[in-house]
Protein backbone atom coordinates (compact mmCIF):
# COMPACT_ATOMS: atom_id res chain seq x y z
CA UNK A 1 0.00 0.00 0.00
CA UNK A 2 1.00 3.28 -0.31
CA UNK A 3 3.57 4.70 2.00
CA UNK A 4 1.88 7.09 4.83
CA UNK A 5 2.50 10.63 3.75
CA UNK A 6 3.20 12.79 6.84
CA UNK A 7 0.99 16.66 6.42
CA UNK A 8 3.68 19.01 5.81
CA UNK A 9 6.82 20.45 8.08
CA UNK A 10 5.01 20.25 11.32
CA UNK A 11 6.43 16.37 11.76
CA UNK A 12 10.19 18.53 11.86
CA UNK A 13 13.31 17.10 11.28
CA UNK A 14 12.80 13.95 9.87
CA UNK A 15 12.14 14.06 6.16
CA UNK A 16 8.50 13.50 4.56
CA UNK A 17 8.04 10.13 3.06
CA UNK A 18 5.91 9.93 0.46
CA UNK A 19 5.07 8.35 -2.81
CA UNK A 20 5.19 10.72 -5.32
CA UNK A 21 6.67 14.52 -5.11
CA UNK A 22 5.55 16.70 -8.12
CA UNK A 23 7.68 19.96 -8.59
CA UNK A 24 5.02 22.72 -10.02
CA UNK A 25 1.72 23.33 -9.03
CA UNK A 26 0.49 24.49 -12.37
CA UNK A 27 -2.59 23.22 -14.39
CA UNK A 28 -0.61 20.03 -15.05
CA UNK A 29 1.21 19.20 -12.19
CA UNK A 30 -1.77 19.80 -10.23
CA UNK A 31 -3.98 17.19 -12.76
CA UNK A 32 -0.75 15.06 -11.87
CA UNK A 33 -1.77 14.80 -8.44
CA UNK A 34 -5.59 13.63 -9.86
CA UNK A 35 -4.49 11.22 -12.24
CA UNK A 36 -1.63 9.65 -9.82
CA UNK A 37 -4.42 9.49 -7.29
CA UNK A 38 -6.78 7.20 -9.24
CA UNK A 39 -3.80 4.93 -9.22
CA UNK A 40 -3.58 5.09 -5.13
CA UNK A 41 -0.06 7.05 -5.41
CA UNK A 42 -0.15 9.94 -2.85
CA UNK A 43 1.39 13.00 -3.81
CA UNK A 44 3.20 16.30 -2.46
CA UNK A 45 3.39 19.13 -4.47
CA UNK A 46 6.31 22.02 -3.93
CA UNK A 47 6.17 25.49 -5.92
CA UNK A 48 8.05 28.24 -5.88
CA UNK A 49 5.30 30.92 -6.34
CA UNK A 50 3.18 31.29 -2.87
CA UNK A 51 -0.44 30.17 -4.44
CA UNK A 52 -0.97 27.16 -6.76
CA UNK A 53 -1.65 28.15 -10.50
CA UNK A 54 2.06 28.81 -11.89
CA UNK A 55 1.74 30.75 -14.78
CA UNK A 56 -1.97 30.67 -14.77
CA UNK A 57 -1.92 32.63 -11.69
CA UNK A 58 0.74 34.57 -11.42
CA UNK A 59 1.05 35.74 -15.24
CA UNK A 60 -2.81 35.45 -16.66
CA UNK A 61 -5.22 35.00 -13.80
CA UNK A 62 -7.79 37.08 -15.94
CA UNK A 63 -6.76 36.07 -19.46
CA UNK A 64 -9.14 33.71 -21.00
CA UNK A 65 -8.29 30.55 -21.79
CA UNK A 66 -10.20 29.18 -24.90
CA UNK A 67 -8.58 25.65 -25.66
CA UNK A 68 -9.22 23.77 -22.41
CA UNK A 69 -11.66 20.76 -23.63
CA UNK A 70 -15.17 21.25 -22.52
CA UNK A 71 -14.69 24.44 -20.99
CA UNK A 72 -15.06 27.30 -24.12
CA UNK A 73 -14.13 29.68 -22.13
CA UNK A 74 -12.02 29.78 -18.40
CA UNK A 75 -9.40 32.23 -16.92
CA UNK A 76 -6.31 31.36 -15.69
CA UNK A 77 -7.46 31.58 -12.14
CA UNK A 78 -10.92 29.45 -12.62
CA UNK A 79 -8.50 26.39 -14.27
CA UNK A 80 -6.59 26.78 -11.03
CA UNK A 81 -9.45 26.98 -8.37
CA UNK A 82 -11.33 24.14 -10.54
CA UNK A 83 -8.35 21.29 -10.72
CA UNK A 84 -7.60 22.28 -6.85
CA UNK A 85 -11.31 21.34 -6.43
CA UNK A 86 -10.87 18.55 -8.95
CA UNK A 87 -8.18 17.15 -6.98
CA UNK A 88 -9.52 17.41 -3.29
CA UNK A 89 -10.34 14.16 -2.59
CA UNK A 90 -7.01 12.99 -3.29
CA UNK A 91 -5.27 15.41 -0.21
CA UNK A 92 -1.83 15.95 -1.55
CA UNK A 93 0.18 18.22 0.65
CA UNK A 94 0.95 21.66 -1.06
CA UNK A 95 4.76 23.38 -0.09
CA UNK A 96 4.58 26.99 -1.51
CA UNK A 97 6.63 29.64 -1.48
CA UNK A 98 10.24 26.84 -1.37
CA UNK A 99 12.57 25.78 -4.04
CA UNK A 100 13.84 22.26 -4.72
CA UNK A 101 17.48 22.90 -4.48
CA UNK A 102 18.75 18.96 -4.75
CA UNK A 103 17.88 15.99 -6.18
CA UNK A 104 19.54 12.69 -5.78
CA UNK A 105 19.07 9.04 -6.07
CA UNK A 106 19.32 7.18 -3.04
CA UNK A 107 21.29 2.98 -2.72
CA UNK A 108 17.75 1.59 -2.65
CA UNK A 109 16.34 3.94 -5.80
CA UNK A 110 14.30 6.38 -3.93
CA UNK A 111 14.80 9.96 -4.44
CA UNK A 112 15.88 12.66 -1.65
CA UNK A 113 14.71 16.25 -2.70
CA UNK A 114 15.94 18.91 -0.38
CA UNK A 115 14.16 22.58 -0.50
CA UNK A 116 15.75 26.00 0.30
CA UNK A 117 13.53 26.05 3.15
CA UNK A 118 15.30 22.93 4.47
CA UNK A 119 13.08 20.47 3.87
CA UNK A 120 13.68 17.06 2.71
CA UNK A 121 11.58 14.74 1.24
CA UNK A 122 11.82 10.61 0.22
CA UNK A 123 10.07 9.86 -2.66
CA UNK A 124 9.52 6.85 -5.16
CA UNK A 125 9.10 8.73 -7.95
CA UNK A 126 9.32 12.45 -8.89
CA UNK A 127 7.28 14.63 -11.53
CA UNK A 128 9.01 17.48 -12.55
CA UNK A 129 6.37 19.54 -13.86
CA UNK A 130 7.84 22.70 -13.67
CA UNK A 131 6.97 24.65 -16.95
CA UNK A 132 9.07 27.65 -17.79
CA UNK A 133 11.13 27.04 -14.96
CA UNK A 134 10.95 28.61 -11.47
CA UNK A 135 9.72 32.41 -11.09
CA UNK A 136 12.62 34.58 -9.77
CA UNK A 137 12.60 37.96 -9.23
CA UNK A 138 13.65 39.84 -12.72
CA UNK A 139 17.31 41.11 -12.17
CA UNK A 140 17.69 44.39 -13.65
CA UNK A 141 20.31 44.63 -16.17
CA UNK A 142 23.21 46.74 -14.86
CA UNK A 143 26.35 45.87 -15.25
CA UNK A 144 28.48 44.24 -12.41
CA UNK A 145 25.15 43.91 -10.11
CA UNK A 146 25.75 40.07 -9.57
CA UNK A 147 28.47 41.45 -7.43
CA UNK A 148 26.27 42.96 -4.94
CA UNK A 149 23.39 40.36 -4.88
CA UNK A 150 22.80 38.79 -1.40
CA UNK A 151 24.58 41.38 0.16
CA UNK A 152 23.23 45.17 -1.39
CA UNK A 153 21.27 44.30 -4.07
CA UNK A 154 18.16 42.04 -2.32
CA UNK A 155 15.19 41.30 -3.87
CA UNK A 156 13.58 40.70 -0.60
CA UNK A 157 14.58 41.39 2.80
CA UNK A 158 14.85 38.13 5.47
CA UNK A 159 15.44 40.51 8.59
CA UNK A 160 14.61 44.10 8.30
CA UNK A 161 16.80 44.69 11.08
CA UNK A 162 19.76 44.52 8.66
CA UNK A 163 18.35 47.84 6.74
CA UNK A 164 18.45 50.01 10.34
CA UNK A 165 20.58 53.37 10.12
CA UNK A 166 21.52 52.48 6.40
CA UNK A 167 20.64 54.96 2.85
CA UNK A 168 17.91 52.64 1.38
CA UNK A 169 16.66 52.72 -2.65
CA UNK A 170 13.53 50.80 -3.91
CA UNK A 171 12.92 50.60 -7.10
CA UNK A 172 9.65 50.14 -8.59
CA UNK A 173 6.34 50.48 -8.53
CA UNK A 174 4.07 48.29 -7.30
CA UNK A 175 2.93 46.42 -3.83
CA UNK A 176 6.22 44.74 -3.32
CA UNK A 177 8.38 47.77 -3.26
CA UNK A 178 5.66 50.18 -1.75
CA UNK A 179 5.47 47.54 0.99
CA UNK A 180 9.18 47.31 1.82
CA UNK A 181 8.93 51.43 1.57
CA UNK A 182 6.74 51.64 3.96
CA UNK A 183 8.09 48.96 6.67
CA UNK A 184 12.15 50.10 5.90
CA UNK A 185 11.47 53.68 5.94
CA UNK A 186 10.86 54.01 10.08
CA UNK A 187 14.44 51.84 10.35
CA UNK A 188 16.58 53.10 7.47
CA UNK A 189 18.72 56.23 7.79
CA UNK A 190 17.69 57.32 4.42
CA UNK A 191 14.82 56.07 1.86
CA UNK A 192 14.60 56.66 -1.62
CA UNK A 193 11.78 55.39 -3.82
CA UNK A 194 12.63 55.30 -7.79
CA UNK A 195 9.90 54.49 -10.27
CA UNK A 196 9.90 55.69 -13.72
CA UNK A 197 6.83 57.35 -13.82
CA UNK A 198 4.41 59.13 -11.41
CA UNK A 199 1.92 56.61 -11.42
CA UNK A 200 1.95 53.29 -9.13
CA UNK A 201 0.40 50.30 -9.38
CA UNK A 202 0.23 49.52 -5.90
CA UNK A 203 -2.71 49.44 -3.52
CA UNK A 204 -3.68 53.23 -3.36
CA UNK A 205 -3.59 53.38 0.42
CA UNK A 206 0.36 52.52 0.27
CA UNK A 207 0.43 54.92 -2.68
CA UNK A 208 -1.13 57.96 -0.46
CA UNK A 209 0.62 56.58 2.93
CA UNK A 210 4.22 57.09 0.89
CA UNK A 211 3.23 60.57 -0.63
CA UNK A 212 2.33 61.38 3.09
CA UNK A 213 5.69 60.46 4.07
CA UNK A 214 7.05 62.66 0.94
CA UNK A 215 5.53 65.68 2.07
CA UNK A 216 6.76 65.42 5.58
CA UNK A 217 10.03 65.28 4.50
CA UNK A 218 10.74 61.52 5.62
CA UNK A 219 11.72 59.65 2.68
CA UNK A 220 12.49 61.07 -1.18
CA UNK A 221 10.45 59.88 -4.03
CA UNK A 222 12.65 60.12 -7.88
CA UNK A 223 10.86 59.61 -10.92
CA UNK A 224 13.49 58.15 -13.42
CA UNK A 225 15.18 55.25 -13.54
CA UNK A 226 18.58 53.42 -12.21
CA UNK A 227 21.67 53.54 -14.91
CA UNK A 228 24.43 52.21 -13.24
CA UNK A 229 25.67 51.24 -9.77
CA UNK A 230 29.07 51.74 -7.89
CA UNK A 231 30.40 50.48 -5.12
CA UNK A 232 33.64 47.53 -4.27
CA UNK A 233 33.80 43.93 -2.52
CA UNK A 234 29.88 43.37 -2.94
CA UNK A 235 29.41 46.91 -0.82
CA UNK A 236 27.09 49.21 -2.98
CA UNK A 237 27.99 52.66 -2.41
CA UNK A 238 26.02 55.07 -4.99
CA UNK A 239 23.66 54.38 -8.07
CA UNK A 240 23.41 56.62 -10.74
CA UNK A 241 19.91 57.50 -11.66
CA UNK A 242 18.79 59.09 -14.38
CA UNK A 243 15.86 61.76 -14.27
CA UNK A 244 14.02 63.92 -16.35
CA UNK A 245 16.58 66.38 -15.15
CA UNK A 246 19.46 64.74 -15.95
CA UNK A 247 22.04 62.43 -14.12
CA UNK A 248 22.42 62.13 -10.56
CA UNK A 249 24.18 60.11 -8.04
CA UNK A 250 22.68 58.93 -4.72
CA UNK A 251 24.69 57.85 -2.17
CA UNK A 252 23.29 54.24 -0.93
CA UNK A 253 23.68 51.08 1.09
CA UNK A 254 21.49 48.81 -0.50
CA UNK A 255 19.29 48.74 -2.79
CA UNK A 256 15.93 46.44 -3.24
CA UNK A 257 14.98 46.17 -7.13
CA UNK A 258 11.44 45.09 -7.72
CA UNK A 259 10.57 44.33 -11.54
CA UNK A 260 8.20 41.55 -11.59
CA UNK A 261 9.18 37.50 -12.09
CA UNK A 262 11.08 35.91 -14.83
CA UNK A 263 11.32 31.69 -14.87
CA UNK A 264 14.50 30.27 -14.53
CA UNK A 265 15.36 27.19 -14.96
CA UNK A 266 16.77 26.99 -11.74
CA UNK A 267 18.92 23.81 -9.73
CA UNK A 268 17.31 21.34 -12.39
CA UNK A 269 20.34 21.62 -14.33
CA UNK A 270 22.37 20.34 -11.22
CA UNK A 271 20.13 16.86 -10.79
CA UNK A 272 21.63 14.69 -13.59
CA UNK A 273 18.87 14.69 -15.67
CA UNK A 274 19.40 14.57 -19.51
CA UNK A 275 18.69 18.32 -20.92
CA UNK A 276 17.94 19.77 -24.76
CA UNK A 277 18.17 23.55 -24.47
CA UNK A 278 16.93 24.38 -21.06
CA UNK A 279 13.92 21.98 -21.89
CA UNK A 280 13.69 17.62 -20.47
CA UNK A 281 13.31 15.10 -23.55
CA UNK A 282 10.96 12.19 -22.06
CA UNK A 283 9.50 9.42 -24.31
CA UNK A 284 6.09 9.73 -25.24
CA UNK A 285 4.76 6.72 -23.46
CA UNK A 286 5.61 7.55 -20.16
CA UNK A 287 6.85 10.65 -20.13
CA UNK A 288 9.59 9.82 -18.13
CA UNK A 289 13.02 11.47 -18.38
CA UNK A 290 16.57 9.93 -18.94
CA UNK A 291 16.44 9.24 -14.95
CA UNK A 292 14.50 6.25 -13.86
CA UNK A 293 11.23 7.20 -11.62
CA UNK A 294 11.65 11.21 -12.68
CA UNK A 295 8.88 12.20 -14.57
CA UNK A 296 8.87 15.38 -16.56
CA UNK A 297 5.32 16.67 -17.91
CA UNK A 298 4.05 19.45 -19.41
CA UNK A 299 5.52 22.98 -20.88
CA UNK A 300 9.28 21.47 -19.47
CA UNK A 301 9.69 18.56 -20.92
CA UNK A 302 10.47 18.33 -24.91
CA UNK A 303 9.76 15.41 -27.96
CA UNK A 304 8.99 15.06 -31.39
CA UNK A 305 5.28 17.04 -32.28
CA UNK A 306 6.03 18.88 -28.51
CA UNK A 307 3.11 21.37 -28.16
CA UNK A 308 3.35 23.67 -25.10
CA UNK A 309 -0.57 23.28 -24.61
CA UNK A 310 -1.72 22.93 -21.05
CA UNK A 311 -4.34 20.11 -22.65
CA UNK A 312 -1.04 18.74 -24.15
CA UNK A 313 0.18 18.79 -19.77
CA UNK A 314 -3.19 16.49 -18.61
CA UNK A 315 -2.79 13.77 -21.40
CA UNK A 316 1.42 13.54 -20.34
CA UNK A 317 0.14 13.44 -16.67
CA UNK A 318 -2.20 10.34 -17.76
CA UNK A 319 0.26 8.46 -19.10
CA UNK A 320 2.80 9.33 -16.81
CA UNK A 321 0.92 7.79 -14.01
CA UNK A 322 0.31 4.99 -15.20
CA UNK A 323 4.08 4.50 -15.41
CA UNK A 324 4.59 6.12 -11.94
CA UNK A 325 2.54 2.87 -10.72
CA UNK A 326 5.24 0.18 -11.57
CA UNK A 327 7.91 1.46 -9.07
CA UNK A 328 5.23 2.91 -6.19
CA UNK A 329 3.88 -0.59 -6.48
CA UNK A 330 6.52 -3.35 -7.99
CA UNK A 331 4.62 -6.00 -9.27
CA UNK A 332 1.21 -5.09 -8.67
CA UNK A 333 -0.94 -5.00 -11.84
CA UNK A 334 -2.86 -2.13 -12.69
CA UNK A 335 -6.65 -2.41 -14.12
CA UNK A 336 -7.70 0.27 -16.04
CA UNK A 337 -10.76 1.92 -15.28
CA UNK A 338 -13.13 4.82 -16.13
CA UNK A 339 -14.28 7.18 -13.71
CA UNK A 340 -17.77 7.22 -15.15
CA UNK A 341 -18.12 3.32 -14.22
CA UNK A 342 -15.82 2.14 -11.50
CA UNK A 343 -16.71 2.25 -8.45
CA UNK A 344 -13.47 1.73 -6.86
CA UNK A 345 -12.27 5.19 -8.70
CA UNK A 346 -15.66 6.67 -7.75
CA UNK A 347 -15.11 5.40 -4.31
CA UNK A 348 -11.57 7.34 -4.01
CA UNK A 349 -13.38 10.67 -6.12
CA UNK A 350 -15.86 10.53 -2.88
CA UNK A 351 -18.99 10.30 -4.87
CA UNK A 352 -19.87 6.98 -4.10
CA UNK B 1 1.80 43.08 -46.97
CA UNK B 2 3.33 45.03 -44.56
CA UNK B 3 6.87 46.02 -44.28
CA UNK B 4 8.67 46.06 -40.81
CA UNK B 5 12.25 46.95 -40.12
CA UNK B 6 13.40 45.99 -36.73
CA UNK B 7 16.44 48.01 -35.72
CA UNK B 8 19.13 45.84 -33.65
CA UNK B 9 21.36 48.41 -30.82
CA UNK B 10 24.09 47.70 -33.23
CA UNK B 11 22.43 49.94 -36.06
CA UNK B 12 22.41 46.14 -37.84
CA UNK B 13 18.27 45.72 -39.64
CA UNK B 14 15.85 43.16 -40.41
CA UNK B 15 13.39 43.70 -43.01
CA UNK B 16 10.12 41.85 -42.79
CA UNK B 17 7.39 41.73 -44.82
CA UNK B 18 4.37 40.29 -42.86
CA UNK B 19 0.02 40.30 -43.16
CA UNK B 20 -1.83 42.66 -41.55
CA UNK B 21 -3.69 41.21 -38.25
CA UNK B 22 -1.00 40.15 -36.86
CA UNK B 23 0.88 41.49 -33.46
CA UNK B 24 4.50 43.13 -33.65
CA UNK B 25 5.46 40.47 -31.50
CA UNK B 26 4.06 37.87 -33.88
CA UNK B 27 5.58 38.84 -36.86
CA UNK B 28 9.06 39.28 -34.78
CA UNK B 29 9.04 35.70 -33.45
CA UNK B 30 7.33 34.18 -36.60
CA UNK B 31 10.94 35.70 -38.43
CA UNK B 32 13.23 35.45 -35.44
CA UNK B 33 13.95 38.28 -34.45
CA UNK B 34 16.39 38.84 -31.74
CA UNK B 35 16.45 40.61 -28.85
CA UNK B 36 12.30 39.91 -29.11
CA UNK B 37 11.95 37.28 -25.89
CA UNK B 38 7.94 37.48 -25.42
CA UNK B 39 7.86 35.34 -22.40
CA UNK B 40 4.44 35.19 -21.66
CA UNK B 41 3.57 34.61 -25.06
CA UNK B 42 1.46 37.45 -25.72
CA UNK B 43 -0.77 38.00 -22.96
CA UNK B 44 0.71 41.59 -22.17
CA UNK B 45 2.36 40.04 -18.75
CA UNK B 46 5.92 40.01 -18.74
CA UNK B 47 7.44 42.78 -20.66
CA UNK B 48 9.70 40.99 -22.52
CA UNK B 49 8.74 41.97 -26.03
CA UNK B 50 9.45 45.89 -25.38
CA UNK B 51 10.71 47.71 -28.61
CA UNK B 52 11.38 51.41 -29.01
CA UNK B 53 9.19 52.91 -32.11
CA UNK B 54 10.68 54.98 -34.19
CA UNK B 55 9.48 58.57 -33.73
CA UNK B 56 8.10 59.21 -36.93
CA UNK B 57 5.40 56.29 -36.13
CA UNK B 58 4.38 56.69 -32.71
CA UNK B 59 1.76 58.70 -34.04
CA UNK B 60 0.44 55.59 -36.32
CA UNK B 61 1.00 53.14 -33.43
CA UNK B 62 -0.76 55.13 -30.66
CA UNK B 63 0.13 55.10 -27.15
CA UNK B 64 0.00 52.75 -24.42
CA UNK B 65 -3.24 51.33 -22.33
CA UNK B 66 -3.37 51.96 -19.21
CA UNK B 67 -2.60 47.95 -18.69
CA UNK B 68 0.37 48.18 -21.03
CA UNK B 69 2.06 51.15 -18.88
CA UNK B 70 1.44 49.18 -15.70
CA UNK B 71 3.64 46.47 -17.96
CA UNK B 72 6.32 48.71 -18.75
CA UNK B 73 7.09 49.35 -15.36
CA UNK B 74 8.99 45.66 -15.71
CA UNK B 75 11.15 46.64 -18.79
CA UNK B 76 14.53 47.92 -18.55
CA UNK B 77 15.31 51.69 -19.73
CA UNK B 78 11.69 52.77 -20.90
CA UNK B 79 11.85 55.64 -22.77
CA UNK B 80 8.84 57.65 -24.07
CA UNK B 81 8.93 55.42 -27.48
CA UNK B 82 8.83 52.56 -25.57
CA UNK B 83 5.92 49.75 -26.03
CA UNK B 84 5.03 46.27 -25.80
CA UNK B 85 5.11 44.72 -29.11
CA UNK B 86 3.17 42.26 -28.74
CA UNK B 87 0.50 45.31 -28.21
CA UNK B 88 0.88 46.68 -31.27
CA UNK B 89 -1.79 45.02 -34.09
CA UNK B 90 -0.46 45.37 -37.27
CA UNK B 91 -2.38 47.15 -40.36
CA UNK B 92 -1.80 48.57 -43.82
CA UNK B 93 -2.01 51.96 -42.04
CA UNK B 94 1.91 50.30 -40.32
CA UNK B 95 3.24 49.66 -43.83
CA UNK B 96 7.21 50.94 -43.49
CA UNK B 97 7.25 50.63 -39.57
CA UNK B 98 10.39 51.01 -37.66
CA UNK B 99 10.90 49.87 -34.30
CA UNK B 100 14.26 49.35 -32.54
CA UNK B 101 14.87 46.82 -30.13
CA UNK B 102 16.08 47.42 -26.72
CA UNK B 103 19.94 46.19 -25.59
CA UNK B 104 18.17 44.22 -23.22
CA UNK B 105 15.09 42.61 -22.35
CA UNK B 106 15.76 41.45 -18.83
Not at chain 1, 44 to 65: R, S, W
Not at chain 1, 276 to 283: C, F, K, Q, S, Y
Request: overall charge negative; aromatic content about 6%; some cysteine.
Amino acid sequence: MSSEALSGSEEGAGPIETDAVIIGAGPVGLFAVFELGLVDIKAHVIDILDKPGGQCAELYPEKPIYDIPGLPIVTGQEITDRLMEQIKPFGATFHLSERVEALERLPDQKFRLTTDAGKQFIAKVVVVAAGGGAFTPKRPPLAGIEAYEGASVLYSVRRMEDMRGKDVLVVGGGDSALDWTLSLQPLAKSLTLLHRRDEFRAAPHSVEKMRALVGEGKMRLLIGQVTALHGSGGQLEAATIKTKEGEERLDVDAMLPFFGLTMKLGPIADWGIALNENLIPVDTAKFETSEAGIFAIGDINSYPGKLKLILSGFHEAALMAQQAYKYVFPGKKLLFQYTTSSSSLQKKLGVS
Amino acid sequence: MVKITFIQPDDSEQVVETEPGMTLMEAAKLNNIPGIEAECGGACACATCHVYVDEAWRDKTGSPSQMEEDMLDFAFEVREQSRLSCQIKLTAELDGLKVRVPAKQF
